[in-house]
C-alpha cells in the first residue's frame, strides 16, 4: 500500500458551507464564523469522498491506495508491488478469475496476469471413459502438475510468487512444480 492518506486538500471548497447554516444570532459573530470555517477546511474532503464515492467502487477510477483496499474486498492475487495499471486489471478481473479457479483455463490466466506471459501447462492426467470396463485410464498414473514460464531475463522472475500464484489457483487435490526459464527466443539470440 502507498503511504498517502485522505486529509485536509489546500484551497478545496465545500459546498455547503456551516457558516451559511448558523442561527441569526452567530450569523453575524466574528470568531463562530471563524470557528465553523475551520471546521469546514475538514469536512470539505470528506464532502469531496461522498459526491465521488461510485468512482471509489470502480477498479479503474478508484485512487491507487483504493484499489489495494478494493482487491481485498474480491480476493486479487496482488502482493501490491505489480504496477498500478496490473493491479487494476486484478481487481477487475478477479470475479471471472475465481469462476475458473481450479481449472487449466484458470491458472493460466491467473499466471497470465501476474507475470505478463503465457505459462507452459502440463498435466498428468486427464478425463475419458471406456465403453469396456477395466479399460487403461489416461494420462499417467501419478497424479501432478508442471508450469513453466519462459521469459527473457529468468532472474527478473520471483519463483516464490509464481508458485504462490500456482498454489492459489491450481486444482486444489495436484501436487504441483513450477520452473522459471529463458524464453525460446532469447536462447537461439
Do not use: C, K
Not at 447554516?21 to 470555517?37: I, K, M, S
Not at 481449472?103 to 469396456?132: M, Y
Not at 520471483?158 to 513450477?178: E, Y
Amino acid at each position: 500500500m502507498s503511504g498517502s492518506a485522505r486529509g485536509t486538500v489546500p484551497g478545496l471548497a465545500t459546498p455547503y458551507p456551516l457558516g451559511a447554516a448558523l442561527p441569526a444570532v452567530y450569523a453575524e459573530d466574528d470568531f463562530g464564523q471563524r470557528f465553523v470555517t475551520g471546521l469546514d477546511v475538514v469536512l470539505a474532503p470528506l464532502f469531496n469522498v461522498l459526491d465521488s464515492l461510485e468512482a471509489y467502487f470502480s477498479p479503474a477510477l478508484a485512487p491507487a491506495d483504493f484499489v489495494d483496499y478494493l482487491a481485498t474486498w474480491v480476493g486479487a492475487e496482488v502482493d501490491g508491488t505489480e504496477p498500478l495499471p496490473l493491479r487494476r486489471h486484478a481487481v477487475a478481473t478477479a470475479v471471472a478469475l475465481h469462476r475458473v479457479r481450479g481449472t487449466r483455463q484458470g491458472l493460466a490466466a491467473a499466471v497470465r496476469l501476474a507475470f505478463g506471459v503465457p505459462a507452459e501447462i502440463t498435466e498428468s492426467g486427464g478425463a475419458d471413459w471406456s465403453a469396456a470396463p477395466l479399460g487403461p485410464f489416461p494420462g499417467t498414473p501419478v497424479a501432478g502438475l508442471h508450469v513453466v514460464l519462459r521469459v527473457a531475463d529468468p532472474a527478473s522472475v520471483d519463483p516464490h510468487r509464481l508458485r504462490a500464484v500456482v498454489a492459489a489457483a491450481r486444482p486444489a487435490h495436484l501436487p504441483f512444480t513450477v520452473s522459471v526459464t529463458a524464453s525460446r527466443t532469447s536462447e537461439g539470440a
